[in-house]
C-alpha cells in the first residue's frame, strides 16, 4: 500500500477521524491516497481547498483533461485512471486512450489541443517552456487567467502525485473495475494494489463497525 506505516482507521481520532470518514463517505471505503495523510489531515485539508479554488474557474470537461494530462505525463497510475474515467462524461473510452497517446486529432479542437500539450511539457519540464509558447496560447484565444489555471491545475497535481510517489502509494484495487486495455494503458507507473484486493472485504467489515462506533 506504501512505504510507511499508516495509522489503521480503527485507531483514528480527531481530525484524522474526521478526514478518514470523509473520504470513506465520498468512495465507500478509506482509498491508500488518503492514509499516507494520517499524520498530517491539516495538509489533505488545506490541499483540499487548494484544489477547490484551482478547479472553481475553469469547467470541469478542462479541469479533467489538464489533471489527466498532467498526471500521466508524470506516470502517475492513480491520478491517470482516476481522471481517465472522470473524462468519461466527456468522450469514449477510445478516445480517452487517444489523449493519453497524444493522439489528439479528431478527439479534441486545435485550441484544446494546445492547453493539453502546454500541460504535458509543464508535467515534462516546466523549465522549457517560454514566452512564445504563452504567446501561442493567447493567439488561440486564451487569457492570461485562464493560461494561469491550466498552469496551476498541472503544477498542483505534481505536489499530489510525487508526494504519493514518494512514499509509494499504490492505486486502490477499485480500479481492477476498469476494463483491461484502460487499465494497461493508464498504469504508467506503480501497480494497481492487489493486495488491498485481497482484504477489502474484511477491511469494509471493520471500516462500517468504525464510521457507526
Not at 489538464?66 to 477510445?94: D, N, P, Q, V, Y
Not at 500541460?119 to 492570461?144: C, K, N, P, T, V
Request: glycine letters at 4%; a negative charge; one cysteine or more.
Amino acid at each position: 500500500m506504501s512505504f510507511i506505516e499508516t495509522i489503521p482507521t480503527t485507531e483514528a481520532h480527531d481530525a484524522l477521524r474526521d478526514m478518514y470518514l470523509r473520504q470513506q463517505k465520498a468512495w465507500g471505503y478509506v482509498p491508500n491516497y488518503a492514509k499516507v495523510f494520517c499524520y498530517r489531515p491539516q495538509v489533505m485539508a488545506r490541499w483540499g481547498q487548494l484544489l477547490a479554488e484551482i478547479k472553481r474557474p475553469m469547467s470541469k470537461r478542462r479541469f479533467e483533461l489538464i489533471t489527466f494530462t498532467a498526471a500521466h505525463e508524470m506516470r502517475h497510475s492513480a491520478c491517470a485512471l482516476a481522471h481517465g474515467k472522470a473524462l468519461r462524461e466527456f468522450f469514449s473510452e477510445e478516445q480517452i486512450l487517444a489523449i493519453a497517446e497524444d493522439r489528439l486529432q479528431g478527439v479534441l479542437e486545435q485550441a484544446e489541443q494546445m492547453i493539453v500539450r502546454f500541460a504535458r511539457q509543464i508535467a515534462r519540464d516546466a523549465s522549457s517552456i517560454g514566452a512564445e509558447d504563452i504567446a501561442e496560447l493567447q493567439a488561440h484565444g486564451y487569457s492570461a487567467a485562464e493560461i494561469f489555471d491550466v498552469a496551476a491545475t498541472a503544477a498542483g497535481r505534481a505536489f499530489f502525485t510525487k508526494l504519493l510517489d514518494a512514499l509509494g502509494v499504490l492505486p486502490d484495487s477499485a480500479f481492477l473495475a476498469c476494463s483491461e486495455e484502460f487499465r494497461r494503458t493508464l498504469t504508467v507507473g506503480r501497480a494497481i494494489d492487489m493486495n488491498q484486493a485481497r482484504t477489502m472485504a474484511v477491511t469494509e467489515v471493520e471500516e462500517v463497525a468504525w464510521e457507526s462506533g
